[in-house]
């Protein structure tokens, strides 16, 4: 193999390993409960939908899978950086596939968006339409 050859083969390893995860073509990211427009009362069970993609844990690195977000009052944040962690950014990097929320008497938008090991969304992005629910 020729220097330049080996040279290629570096670069595309190393933009490989910074690259974005890829996304399934066909992945689907959904709100099984609430649905959009739902009345609510407290705690709000909210369970997470994803077809032709698979859950696994943060740290996990597995082709064709992530880990949940739940976006709450708030738009999508930047697609390729880690999701941030805070009140309206949880994380479910332990796999998990529903939680329960208290949320104040309201109209409230919910939204999922799947991350990859490291938080990063994929690309595309894997996110769920943003619903809006009205808790009582
Ligand atoms: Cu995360």
Redesign the pocket.
Known sequence: MTKIMYLFTLFLISTSVIAQSPSADTAKLYFISPANGDTVTNPVTVRFGLSNMGVAP?GVNMENTG?H?LLINTDLPALDKP?PNDASHR?F?KGQTETRLELAPGKHTLQLLL?DFV?IPHKPPVKSEQITITVK
């Open positions: 943060a880990h977000h999701v994380h990097g991350g938080h």
